[in-house]
């Protein structure tokens, strides 16, 4: 992965981790300003998925994506909104982060 990859996929995560907080914050609150709010930023993100698609490939760029927010999304919503997840749910975030390291391992030819 190259470092402009790296670096737009950092931007999109934390484009997505908004949306999704503000999502959050619409269920809790009712506020349909945050609701407009998370979708600009979805659309957002979403753009910011068409680079790294450009740049990455498809799979991995989607790939990365989802876990990447899988991960993040967790702290956010254990950390602001005290939601807690099970063994069994803990054990799937461990696959992610396993599936994250082995696609991040440099490849010999580009497809």
């Known amino acids: ?3 402009a990859f ?8 934390a484009v997505f981790l908004a949306a999704a907080t503000a999502s959050r914050a619409y269920i809790a609150s009712s506020n349909m300003a ?21 740049e990455g490939g498809l799979g991995l760029a989607i790939s990365a994506s989802a876990i990447a927010q899988l991960l993040l999304i967790n702290v956010i919503a254990f950390a602001v909104f005290g939601e807690r997840l099970t063994s069994l749910q803990l054990a799937g975030v461990g696959l992610g982060v396993a599936a994250m390291v082995l696609m991040l391992f440099p ?5």
């Open 6 to 13: 790296l670096l737009w996929l950092t931007g999109a995560m």
């Open 34 to 54: 945050l609701l407009i709010l998370s979708l600009a930023l979805y659309c957002v993100g979403n753009l910011m998925m068409v680079k790294l698609m450009r």
């Open 107 to 111: 490849v010999g030819a580009k497809s």
């Open 1 to 3: 992965m190259s470092p």
